[in-house]
């Protein structure tokens, strides 16, 4: 899988699928990430999260979709191309994922390694721009998620 993706592309691509609310869109995008890691050892996209309080964000998907507050970003987009593993990744967040809701995500990125680690020293409610490094996401992901049988691949 080449790292040939942008975080709208990936985006657009849940928005289509499920019209989420900004808050859940972020997360998907976070999960997105670290089950690129994991299944396939490398970035999704090069954009990097933030810390923000509310959770990895992010900031140039937040400022694109804040006007939608907490309500569903009900766009449709024509979508870039992606290829079979792409595909595979997004479904597999979809399916695990999107059942939830955003503040639910959020209580579950606020429990992992790589918004705690990056979120040192700091208040909960203190505004931050510190970027969750990828290769904190990528050893956390890594290091929780079976890998794939190349079998059950096929």
Known sequence: M???????DIAKYFINELHPEPLKLQKLLYFAQGFSYAFYDKALFND????????????????????????????????KEFNKDVIFLLEYVKRNYAKYDGKY????THKEEPWLLSRTGLDPDERSDKTIPKSNIASYFTSYVLQPDDEEWD
């Open 2 to 8: 080449k790292n040939e993706y942008k975080a709208i």
């Open 48 to 79: 990097d999260f933030e810390a923000w309080v509310h959770g990895p964000v992010i900031p140039s998907i937040y400022h694109e979709y804040k006007s939608y507050e907490y309500n569903p970003i009900d766009l449709n987009y024509n979508l």
């Open 105 to 108: 995500l959020e209580e579950i």
